[in-house]
């Protein structure tokens, strides 16, 4: 599974970006697609999860409510909306493709490149 992530920018904080992730190749592998970031000088994190079939959805407590995840089966495409972005916002942004919903980096074999948000104060 091949991943190409896009739509990250610098934004104000209090504004909206929405990034957006296409996967090509053997897609069929996976069942799960997911977001992380990573910050300078720390871990990467999980961010929001959704299931190809079904689309339920799975987000951490640091972006309940702001962001919303969504996928579009037909275009093998996943999009994570950011609204009310905040400074700590500000990261690389990765999707991820995996087999089960999980909030750790190695439950996902293949990951996009990382696309850079920056939020200003």
Same mark, same amino acid.
């Given at each position: /599974?091949?991943?190409?992530?896009?739509? %990250?920018?610098? /934004?104000?904080? =209090?504004?909206?970006?929405?990034?957006?992730?296409? +996967?090509? =190749?053997?897609? *069929?592998?996976? #069942? /799960?697609?997911?977001?992380?970031?990573?910050?300078? =000088?720390?871990?990467?994190?999980?961010? +929001?999860?959704?299931? @190809?079939?079904?689309?339920?959805?799975?987000?951490?407590?640091?972006?309940? %409510?702001?962001?919303?995840?969504?996928? $579009? #089966?037909?275009? #093998?495409?996943?999009?994570?909306?950011? $609204?009310?972005?905040?400074?700590? $916002?500000?990261?690389?942004?990765?999707?991820? +493709?995996?087999?089960?919903?999980?909030?750790?980096?190695?439950?996902? $074999? *293949? @990951?996009?490149? %990382?696309?850079?948000?920056?939020?200003?104060?």
């Amino acid at each position: /599974v091949q991943l190409q992530a896009s739509g %990250g920018g610098l /934004v104000q904080a =209090g504004g909206s970006l929405r990034l957006s992730c296409v +996967a090509s =190749g053997r897609t *069929f592998s996976s #069942n /799960v697609m997911a977001w992380f970031r990573q910050a300078p =000088g720390k871990e990467r994190e999980f961010v +929001a999860a959704v299931r @190809w079939s079904g689309g339920s959805t799975v987000y951490s407590q640091s972006v309940k %409510g702001r962001f919303t995840i969504s996928r $579009d #089966n037909a275009k #093998n495409t996943v999009y994570l909306q950011m $609204d009310s972005l905040k400074p700590e $916002d500000t990261a690389v942004y990765y999707c991820a +493709a995996g087999i089960t919903v999980a909030m750790i980096r190695s439950s996902y $074999d *293949f @990951w996009g490149q %990382g696309t850079q948000v920056t939020v200003s104060s």
